[in-house]
């Protein structure tokens, strides 16, 4: 049976869920945690932190959850924008002034938070080395031209919306994107998410799984958008094993945590800025700045309906949310988390086999049918 304390009684059928996945072998190992009214409610877990099965899932293993890392990122923007710092409506230019090369004077800052501004990857050939190098990865997409006007649509820049806001960030800040969140939000809360892993954490990393054949992002695509995002540089799962990524801020995909800390962390966003340890750390109009509809339409990238806010996925794309105060953002493989302003509460899922998908699958949905169908009974 899968490990963990579900504090409310109403919600023990979840346990039964999660153990359902493992045993029918859809999931390998997994944790699932939700909170309500900046309490933790449930918070359970189990399986197996590699595909051998010789290492449990235990109550502190952690895992790369690719762009779940996003809200993560988008949460530490909109913690400067609350402070005055920065301003989401003004030309990145203001702050980063080489970023106006090539046309891209008039983009805004709320075009990288909701991936309109045209670079959803580099013109130039990257390797994935290059990702470890931010200096490299952040100049040359200053440099470029923006793949389509920007503002206009939405295009997912899986990768590079990470160094985009994250640059912005360290500007600001005058400290890299991993360091403000980690400061600001991971340490005050004691929260087990890291953007640039220590090594002293790799024993407690599970195995991230490759999808099936023919289930990677952007496999066998033709659109020449979509190839580019996924094949400069080519997305390798097993990378997420070594120390060179897991120690990177790459801070749209290279996030390490579980479903706890990623649940946990956005009690500051589901409860109007006050975070589950009752701390104040943004005010109730700098969380719902998440909630401000950015650009909807079908995504360049992704291919399906999207509405972004400020650096979230908003109700009325292809994901169902139960309410117009929700926000949401996923994982390659299937990580998720959902941020509900309206009934005040988070929930999240982690795992480690990893299915085609960037925005949840029926694993994390069914857990949530049985959490929100039990809150209606």
Request: one cysteine or more.
């Amino acid at each position: 049976m899968a490990d963990g304390e579900i504090l409310d009684p109403r919600f023990e059928s979840l346990r039964g869920v999660l153990d359902g996945h493992i045993a029918a072998g859809s999931d390998i190992g997994s944790s699932f945690c939700a909170t309500l009214e900046g309490k933790t409610v449930v918070d359970i877990w189990g399986g197996h932190a590699d595909a051998a099965k010789t290492r449990p899932w235990e109550k502190d293993t952690i895992i790369n959850v690719y762009s779940t890392t996003k809200t993560m990122t988008a949460l530490t923007a909109l913690l400067l924008a609350d402070r005055g710092e920065l301003d989401f409506d003004v030309p990145v230019a203001r702050y980063w002034p080489e970023f106006a090369a090539n046309g891209k004077a008039d983009v805004k800052v709320s075009h990288l938070m909701s991936h309109s501004a045209g670079l959803s990857g580099w013109k130039e050939p990257i390797t994935e080395g290059d990702l470890y190098d931010w200096e490299k990865a952040t100049a040359l997409l200053a440099a470029q031209a923006p793949y389509w006007e920007p503002g206009t649509k939405s295009g997912y820049h899986a990768l590079t919306q990470g160094y985009l806001v994250g640059e912005v960030i360290r500007r600001v800040a005058g400290k890299s994107v991993g360091t403000v969140f980690r400061e600001e939000f991971a340490d005050p809360m004691g929260a087990d998410f890291h953007i640039g892993l220590p090594a002293s954490e790799d024993a407690r990393v599970a195995d991230l799984i490759p999808p099936p054949p023919g289930g990677a992002m952007g496999e066998g695509t033709t659109d020449g958008l979509v190839a580019n995002m996924s094949t400069n540089p080519g997305i390798n799962v097993l990378s997420t094993r070594t120390r060179e990524w897991r120690g990177a801020e790459i801070p749209a995909a290279g996030g390490t945590g579980n479903a706890r800390s990623v649940a946990e962390i956005h009690t500051i966003l589901a409860n109007g800025g006050i975070g589950r340890d009752g701390k104040r750390y943004l005010s109730e109009a700098g969380c719902r700045k998440a909630l401000e509809p950015q650009i909807e339409g079908t995504d360049l990238i992704l291919g399906i309906p999207v509405r972004f806010g400020m650096g979230f996925g908003l109700q009325g794309g292809a994901t169902p949310l139960p309410n117009d105060e929700c926000i949401y953002w996923g994982g390659y493989g299937g990580s998720l988390i959902i941020i509900d302003m309206k009934t005040r509460a988070t929930y999240s899922y982690v795992m480690n086999k990893m299915a085609s998908t960037t925005a949840g699958d029926m694993r994390g949905f069914s857990l949530l049918m049985a959490m929100w169908g039990a809150m209606s009974a």
